[in-house]
């Protein structure tokens, strides 16, 4: 939902930010705008200022690559670094909140101690307290247990910097233990793409400026990759089409040259139907089906003996002669392409939504060239050595027998590399609060939470309460006192990215970012690399041997560990030093993906029959699949805001002008049914729990539709978590340790509280 009743808000939050400067942004302080309006300018001289290298961690498509300006060591401002043509000097409204993300007077300022979990009776502790505690604690699990499977990690993408994998690390230097696998935000669609082409590799977006015919299909950049969208005016200009199919009238689909609203999980049926219709047409590229492809002939019959157009247009809403329409427009130019977004692929049919787009664009002979491709991520410039996360547990560790241990999409195994009969005991990160409930023998006793807020972004929040109250302590590493930190028994204070060493790609777009300290850590806040460090010091004084982390703290010689000849052929540089010049990107034979067409399936080539998938569970064909059905009236999307990530962002009082309060978006007819008006309070609920908000009422969603966008607001209760079960999608567990979560395969109703009040 656009809100053009905030543009006068957001151009005078954006003249704050340049006017405020170093004054709003002294450790502590909030200068309103309005006082330092009434300032006289304060003249600019470039030589009082220090220049520094970062890169948003956040997990973001665009991976920001940003110089920061520090004055008498404060952050002053940050903006984008020109060096990437992708970044291209631009920042997004998030990153220019940084500053105050710095020196928010919310931010944790050092080791605190709940005395009562959930009470909010906190008080402050040394480190050398914190660390005692914890460590006294896993050595009780570990002669309790035998083990240390009582010990739990969760950690997800709060921080993407390679040297953050040292969470992982320092898990598997104490022993096997509990880990939550997979991830809630692409997994379905990964191993759709590992089982038609054998890997997830998308062309460089940079490249969009050659398509002729884009189709968004399921994403909005406008919001979610800002910086994509240059490339995507720019093809425009130069005559091509832009289409984008979703069931929500997003910002992207407003400025696109078609919108196409189509039924929520029905992407596979359309894609199927567009697919038969080019069967029909003799529109099928036949080099590529021919000589590049594996079982499209067995793909075809199930086309034409399963598939029509209209069958197609009836499940997914469109009428055919649209369909029809779009499946000729796009075989008619050279090249055309589809980005395959994100949000597609969270239903409970989404891997098989992908592998049917797939193959469509494979049809039309669109992989494997500049311009085309079938996009929808990589990790091609993930190289690193992992040395951070690669820790080995200790001699005589005992674990879980005969089970596979936690994995990262990002390259490695979390088991720390050890050859023995043991490995770590895997969960399912998109079912944790069940895992926690279910889990024995032992049960989990402590869990450590960093770079996530899994009372925010994992499901089925009321169990996640019950789960919890089971666990004997639970750690946060955190910035922020957000809702896990609540359900906490000790929060450790961590860096901003502004504070540490690191180094982030992306897995997007080509290029390489270093970050390094602008600042010294503010308060007492360490970092996780120095945070293991000191785990290990403590915990090895109490009992020698028990830890086989690295004792000593050099942030350079870490980065040195990550780097490899791989590494530096692939950036042309001759070590990570040469990123404090600037980014670097990716030097490659094309900017497209597969441009030789040598897959990496077993085959060797592009599999639209895929036995590996069948040996899987799953159709050998990418066939139809439906969506998720539900006898409640409404279809529930929970997206992500436009100037927020997760829970991240929109806590900052600087952000708040674009977020006073969060809102249900319903459609006019619907809400005349259920006598609901703009502005009423209202309940949404379904069988998981319920949501108090006021309700906005707009054209923008279908009938069928209630849209709560996913956002944490400190002061209330709101959480679209309440409402969102932990329904797993089909696909992920191959290449991330579980399956997806089907985020948008949930269904609720509404029901008015009081008419025109504010919600608590």
Known sequence: MSNDSGRLNRRTFLKGLATLGAASALPGGLLTSRCALAQPPIPFNPDTYKIFRNACPRNCYDTCSLKTWVKDGVITYVEGAKESTYTHGMPCVKGLSYPRRVYSPDRIKYPMIQDVRGSGNWRRISWDEAMDRIARKMLEIKKK?????????????????????????????????????????????????????????????????????????????????????????????????????????????????LYLRVRPGSDGALALGMARHLVDKGLVNRDFVDNYSHGYPEFEAYLRNNITVEWAAEICGLSADVIRTLAEEFTAVNPATVWIGYGMQRHVNGGANVRAIDAFVAMTGNIGVEGGGARYGHLHTWGFNYNAMMQKPPAGSIGFVGAKGATSEFGGSAEGGAAAQYSDRSLNINQTAQSILDANDPPIRMLWVACKNPFSQDFDRSKMEEAFAKLEMVVCAEQ??????????????????????????????????????????????????????????????????????????????????????????????????????????????????????????????????????????????????????????????????????????????WMQVFYPEPFVYMHPASAKKKQIAEGDLVKVFNDTGDVELRVKVTTNVPEDFLVMYEAWFPKRKYNVQNVVADTPADMGLMKTGAPGAAIHSQFADIVLIRKGESAA
């Open 145 to 257: 247990d035998g083990s240390m499977l009582g010990l739990a990690m969760t950690k997800y993408s709060g921080k993407f910097g390679v040297l953050n994998y040292a969470v992982e690390g320092m898990m598997s230097s104490l022993g096997y233990t509990t880990r939550f696998a997979g991830t809630p935000c692409w997994p379905a669609g990964i191993d759709a793409q590992n089982y038609d082409m054998g890997d997830m590799w998308c062309n460089d977006p940079e490249d969009m400026v050659k398509a002729k015919y884009i189709i968004i299909w399921g994403g909005n950049p406008a919001w979610c990759s800002m910086h994509s969208m240059k490339y995507i005016y720019q093809a425009r200009e130069k005559g091509a089409k832009i289409v984008v199919i979703d069931p929500l009238l997003s910002q992207t689909a407003a400025k696109a040259d």
């Open 480 to 653: 922020f006192f957000n809702e896990t930190v609540q359900h906490a028994d000790i929060v450790l204070p961590v860096t901003t990215a502004f504070e540490e060493w690191n180094v982030d790609a992306s897995y997007w777009h080509y290029w390489l970012s270093i970050n390094q300290p602008a600042i010294k850590p503010m308060y007492e806040a360490k970092c996780d690399l120095e945070i293991a460090t000191l785990l290990s010091r403590t915990i090895n004084k109490l009992e020698p041997g028990s830890c086989t982390f690295p004792q000593e703290f050099d942030h350079k010689r870490w980065l040195d560990l990550e780097f490899n000849d791989g590494m530096a052929k692939m950036f042309g540089i001759s070590s990570w030093d040469d990123l404090l010049d600037g980014p670097k990107k990716a030097i490659m034979p094309s900017t497209a993906a597969w441009y030789d067409r040598k897959f990496k399936t077993p085959s060797g080539k592009y599999e639209f029959k895929s036995e590996l998938c069948e040996k899987n569970g799953h159709t050998a064909l990418p066939e139809y699949k439906p969506e998720a059905q539900s006898s409640l009236p409404f279809h529930l999307f929970t997206p992500h805001v436009q100037f927020g990530l997760h829970s991240q962002f929109i806590n900052l009082d």
